[in-house]
């Protein structure tokens, strides 16, 4: 009986390993879907704003915050922020224009 216990504790931790991602498998992911929302943003010189937020898999997406310059030409180059919604299932990724998240500079 023993024995067996001891074999079943022995799979469990095994197939635990065997679900986990690797480091690398972690950042080809987070370099895809940085990609993927870099494109979808249209965002000159997009850059992540710190680093993706992992939703649990039962939401289903990665979020992450972009900054950079909007290319229309009457918005002569100004920031943009955006946030980007990555589903992980289709491999797609959905922005919103979300500068309401910088602070403002304060009327004196």
């Known amino acids: 009986m023993k024995t067996l216990t001891a074999s079943l504790l022995c799979l469990t931790a095994l197939a635990s390993q065997a679900n986990a991602s690797s480091p690398d498998a972690w950042a080809a992911y987070d370099k895809t879907v940085l990609a993927s ?18 939703f649990d898999d039962r939401v289903g997406y990665t979020a992450v915050l972009l900054q950079g310059q909007y290319p229309q030409k009457h918005m002569k180059g100004q920031q943009g922020t955006e946030l980007c919604l990555y589903n992980k299932q289709s491999k797609t990724a ?9 602070p403002t500079a304060k009327a004196k």
């Open 37 to 54: 929302c870099s494109k979808a943003s249209g965002l000159k010189n997009a850059k992540p704003v710190g680093t993706p937020a992992q």
């Open 94 to 102: 959905f922005v919103t224009e979300w500068d309401s998240i910088r």
